[in-house]
């Protein structure tokens, strides 16, 4: 039995290390913040160009598709204009991914959402050449297994997030459990609305262990998605990524549009922002990921580690 001063005492104890506890994490979210705004880090004179700060979707602001052009490409008029800049960003990508390789300290998560044709596959190819494989990974997420539908929604997605040192990228991702199993009826609104904060914590989690996510949706219009799926109708080397349930999904479009919506206004937060990114133009789209992801990595800063001691002093014999 303890008498009222003992109480009191270590009720004031808890009561301070649980405010030690808020202000930690409180300063650590801070900084993780600063990390994906890398504008106001790395840009000399802002403005960037492209202007990727633009499409990035600030908490709490909310975002209506139907007012993102998805033809934008600032200046810039063709694709000539954007392959210097554009071989200047994937070198500074792969440059800066191998400290961060070589830091082994903190990692990176890229997500990528877009409807059919949107591009996820032509994002990864073109703006990842010359990256070093063994330091990059890409993972596809498909309908979920017997297993995987035996556990929580994210049990498979957090299998994937990377370690220390890498750089992952989710080709669909985590918001398929809110906008597919929403637009489909496979779950009542129910069990899918609560993800939403569900996410949030998740990527609040990875950010607080090191891991800088970036969320991008590929911004294409109906009409661009037509003529893409008509050029893969007609050449016979693109018709194996024709589907018939490609038609099928695209009758959701307005379904599909609404549910990106609400996802990307309840989910794009302080320390995982996600950027709508105009795609109709794929060299544009290109670009802005690019220079997105490079000013993010150099905000990050990773640094190679130190060299033995005493190295100038070290002869290879022969």
């Not at 300063?27 to 990727?52: F, G, I, K, S, W």
């Not at 073109?126 to 330091?135: A, L, W, Y």
Request: hydrophobic share 35%; with cysteine.
């Amino acid at each position: 039995m303890t008498d009222g001063t003992s109480t009191t005492g270590s009720r004031r104890t808890a009561g301070a290390a649980s405010g030690r506890t808020r202000a930690a994490a409180a300063a650590a979210t801070e900084d993780r913040a600063r990390t994906v705004r890398p504008e106001q880090v790395v840009v000399d004179e802002p403005p960037p160009e492209p202007d990727y700060p633009r499409y990035r979707v600030e908490p709490g602001t909310g975002v209506r598709l139907a007012e993102v052009d998805p033809d934008e490409s600032e200046h810039y008029q063709k694709k000539k204009q954007v392959v210097p800049e554009l071989e200047k960003q994937r070198k500074r990508i792969a440059d800066l991914q191998a400290r961060l390789y070589g830091e082994n300290r903190r990692s990176m998560l890229l997500v990528l959402q877009a409807m059919d044709t949107g591009g996820k596959d032509g994002t990864i190819k073109h703006v990842f050449q010359g990256v070093n494989p063994q330091g990059c990974q890409v993972w596809s997420f498909k309908a979920p297994s017997a297993e995987e539908s035996g556990h929580d929604f994210l049990w498979r997605y957090h299998q994937r997030v990377p370690p220390r040192g890498m750089i992952h990228i989710f080709n669909r991702s985590h918001y398929e459990d809110v906008l597919v199993v929403r637009v489909k009826g496979l779950v009542p609104e129910e069990v899918w609305r609560p993800r939403y904060e569900v996410i949030n914590q998740f990527e609040h989690a990875l950010a607080l262990s090191g891991v800088t996510v970036l969320k991008f949706y590929l911004h294409i219009s109906k009409e661009e998605q037509k003529r893409r799926l008509e050029s893969r109708l007609a050449d016979p080397d693109k018709r194996w990524k024709f589907s018939a349930n490609d038609l099928r999904e695209r009758r959701s479009w307005d379904d599909y549009m609404a549910a990106f919506e609400e996802a990307i206004t309840n989910t794009s937060t302080d320390v995982a922002p996600w950027y709508v990114v105009p795609a109709d133009n794929k060299w544009y789209r290109n670009l802005v990921i690019a220079r997105t992801i490079a000013d993010t990595l150099e905000a990050m800063d990773p640094q190679f580690p130190a060299p033995e001691a005493g190295l100038d002093q070290v002869v290879v014999e022969d």
